[in-house]
């Protein structure tokens, strides 16, 4: 038996990216193999078609990377990614989810809507796929890969009339956490917390692709530079509190009881009722998307959590404030 993990895993797979940073953090040993590369393996042990699958030294498959980072932080606790004010601890958790949940829309759209960006990503997971075959191999493989993808938008609810709200929903994220990483080097402070880890892998992801990646690099250098230094965090220094975080943090939670919440709340009423589509207004937008089921499993979960510390008084208020608290009951 061996002493590392294995993470299947891929480069162009945000959550898969998020569990490799985690164990490069940790400082776990670990072996990093491209699902695309050993699919008979992957078959073999996953329960589920998705990356990353994580298997343990004692040969236990994990799969889902917010239950596998809170596996791993029993085993390896330190350095922890949780701040120690129970405030921040819940904050950390909303901000993580909605990486997971609402920052992945926007990379998925971008990704797989405008030509030239999913001519660029059906390449590179060609390529990933046969690292050593001829251009001519891996252009009939990006091609099947692009039909495939490029028809899959509207599971994210990407149609031509939310595109122009996802881009908006982008640029907004992006004019909140340049102020926020302008004089810190992560989203809590001197070292990276569980946000970190669900929305650093999204937003590097989109600093990969064309057009996500161009709009970047030109107007938001210290989001650059945060997502790139979250593919191998470092502990360079504490947490911080709330209050020295809170005037550029509060935006990002606004962001979050404007647009995130209200939508995977609607998501959930539409599974519930088994609505073939759902319209909810977002600050006075109307978006419409059929609904997506795994996000209804873990908004249950970020309710459970906020049930779990709801006698925070301090948190009940910054979730007020924000607009977040009518959607955590
Ligand atoms: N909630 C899961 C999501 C994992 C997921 O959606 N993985 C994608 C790649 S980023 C996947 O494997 N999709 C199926 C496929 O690529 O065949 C997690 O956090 O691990």
Redesign the pocket.
Known sequence: MSDEYRIFG?EM????VKIRSYFRYKNIPHQWLPRLQYEEEFQKLARL????LVITPEDEAI????P?IEKLESTFPDPTIHPEESTLVFLSALIEEYG?EWANKLLFHHRWYMEMDQVTTAHILAREALPNADRGTVDGLAEKIRGRMSGRGAFVGSTSDTAPLISRYFDQLLEILEPHLENREYLFGGRPDFADFGLGPQVYQMALDPTTAAIIRARSPNVLKWAYRMTDPRNDGPFEDWSSLQPTLQPLLRNAGTYFLPWTTANAAALENEEENFSVQLNGDEYVQSPQK?HARSLGVLRERYAAVADNSALEQVLEDTGCLAYLH
């Open positions: 891929g797979s945000p959550y898969s078609p998705i990356i990353p799969q889902d990377s917010t596998i997971d795994y």
